[in-house]
């Protein structure tokens, strides 16, 4: 994912983000919110060629993957009021889903 594609999803994310939170049904994901913020912090710092989020280090469990599925899937169908791309963030979301919902070898 290019640099300008990864900012438009990490805009998303934590834009979207307190909605989610207070949904009675979703939150607290407390892990989410620190991986969020980890992402926005590595993507705002890292020089670019080199801006990329971590899935692994967050996603320590297949409950979290499924967490973050889900939470990608509420987000693909927001409304992003002009503050990011929403085509762009669709087709990021969507690659994010398949690779996560792949098998992993063993």
Not at 17 to 46: K, S
Request: net charge negative; with cysteine.
């Amino acid at each position: 994912m290019n640099d300008a594609t990864l900012r438009e999803l990490l805009k998303a994310l934590a834009f979207h983000l307190p909605g989610r939170l207070a949904e009675p049904a979703h939150g607290p994901d407390e892990w989410l919110v620190v991986a969020c913020d980890r992402w926005i912090d590595e993507h705002e710092n890292l020089p670019p060629g080199l801006r990329d989020i971590e899935l692994d280090a967050a996603l320590t469990s297949a409950q979290r993957a499924q967490s973050f599925a889900r939470y990608l899937a509420w987000v693909r169908d927001r409304d992003g009021d002009g503050i990011y791309d929403e085509a762009a963030v669709r087709a990021a979301i969507d690659a994010i889903v398949a690779r996560l919902l792949t098998p992993r070898g063993p």
